[in-house]
């Protein structure tokens, strides 16, 4: 196996390896990708629409009003009882979308392999832990509210930092497990291979997992979740059984890219910086917003917990508008990851092989329109991502990697007596 890990190496280094073609896509992976417009268009019409109907309708205050019955008057439960219902409430007025565009449409594409029965069980436990969590952390900002009626929205923005490493820690050991089954890879030679890699980047042999995804797709996939002590990389037993054992490896260099570089203390320190910016649009439209639609809306003051449809449809308006910025974060991200995994392996034909696996296995296109970048695309189209695979040898012209200090060399190859 070690042979088998260093012969692309030494194929990729003397510049022997041919470039991989970007293949066409088919007929069906463009049908699934113009379709997925309408599916994405209808999605954000929905979460903007759904709040605004809620507010307007007076439907929130009256929920309220519902809640704090059930709780006779006091405030936490009143806004704990609230939360939770509200979450639940939106969860099934989106169910049909959802329903669609998660289990007939992947039926119709052949991409899942999943019961009904199976994804409405994975459906109700995610609401159920939706508004277990709304619940128990939507009285922060109303208490803020109340408390700094001027910077509720700073110290709320601030807060989502150790709120979402919280959730990110406790994710992996408690959530996730409630939806599939991870343990180790099944293949142990090509545990050790990778387990040999993870090493030279200095992440420890307990942090690669294989989760069983057969019984619900037939997509490939690959990534890093958890924060501190619980991060850890994991693979698809979809994308360890149709990838080649040399594009396998390559896909978790690209996660110990993520891994390595800290991708996730970025998502989180994003993930602050926005929900601080639509707080504070809220802040500064909440009032004359409430002073005009009072009457409709059935409350006078922000820290009102029926208010929550207008955090939610302002703070989505916001999120729709900086999306591309988002969107253009997450590319860079995963073009350095990429980077990372060929300065890693120096296998850029199994890099470009797993990119081509990628666009078949997933439906996907290798080339996308620019509707598509600015809103949807989280990852460089697949033909960029190949032709970078192809062309990106910096060690052929003495360069130095770029992420060279943050891993150790391969071990050199035995010479042949």
């Known amino acids: 196996m070690w042979q088998s890990d260093s012969s692309p190496v030494q194929a990729s280094d003397t510049g022997a390896t041919s470039a991989v073609p970007v293949p066409e896509p088919s007929a ?25 109907a809620i507010l307007f309708s007076g439907f929130s205050a009256r929920l309220r009003n519902a ?28 169910l049909p979308l959802a329903w669609y565009a998660g289990f007939v449409r992947q039926h119709a594409y052949g991409l899942s392999t999943e019961t009904a029965g199976a994804w409405l069980g994975d459906w109700a436990k995610g609401v159920a832990i939706s508004a277990v969590l709304a619940a128990l952390v939507l009285w922060i900002p109303y208490l803020l509210l109340r408390v700094s009626p001027g910077k509720w929205w700073l110290w709320t923005g601030l807060l989502t930092a150790p709120l979402t490493a919280l959730a990110m820690i406790v994710a992996p050991v408690w959530i996730a497990p409630l939806f599939d089954e991870y343990g180790p890879m099944r293949d142990r ?26 019984d619900e797709t037939r997509r490939v996939n690959a990534y890093v979740t958890g924060f501190g002590e619980t991060k850890r990389i994991v693979l698809w037993d979809t994308l360890v059984d149709q990838l080649e054992p040399d594009e396998v490896v390559f896909v978790m260099g690209h ?27 809220v802040h500064r439209l909440a009032a004359s917003l409430i002073a005009r639609f009072r009457d409709r809306f059935g409350f006078e003051r922000l820290d009102d917990v029926a208010s929550l449809p207008l955090l939610a449809l302002v703070g989505g308006v916001v ?29 850029n034909r199994s890099g470009a092989l797993a990119f081509v696996r990628l666009q078949d296995e997933n439906l996907a296109v290798p080339r996308t329109g620019l509707l598509y970048r600015l809103w949807r695309g989280s990852h460089p189209d697949l033909a960029d991502r190949i032709e970078f695979a192809n062309r990106y040898r910096p060690w052929l012209s003495g ?15 035995p010479i042949d007596p």
């Open 189 to 214: 030679g090509l545990e050790a291979r990778i387990h040999e890699l993870a090493a030279r980047a200095d992440i420890p042999e307990s942090r690669v997992y294989e989760v069983r995804k057969s």
């Open 255 to 281: 996660e110990i890219g993520h891994f390595v570089l800290r991708h996730t203390l970025t998502v989180i320190l994003g993930a602050t910086f926005l929900v601080t910016l639509s707080l504070y649009v």
């Open 28 to 52: 069906l992976a463009i049908r699934y990708y113009r379709t997925g417009h309408a599916i994405w268009a209808g999605a954000t019409l929905l979460e903007l629409l759904v709040p605004a």
């Open 399 to 413: 360069e130095p990697p770029r992420y060279g200090d943050r891993f150790r060399p391969a071990e050199p190859l």
């Open 319 to 347: 999120m729709l508008a900086t999306t591309p910025v988002v969107l253009a974060l997450s590319r860079w991200q995963e073009r350095e990851a990429d980077r990372f995994a060929l300065e890693l392996t120096r296998d």
């Open 67 to 94: 809640a704090r019955r059930i709780a006779r008057g006091r405030q936490l439960p009143t806004i704990a009882i609230y939360g939770a219902a509200y979450v639940v409430i939106q969860a099934v007025v989106f």
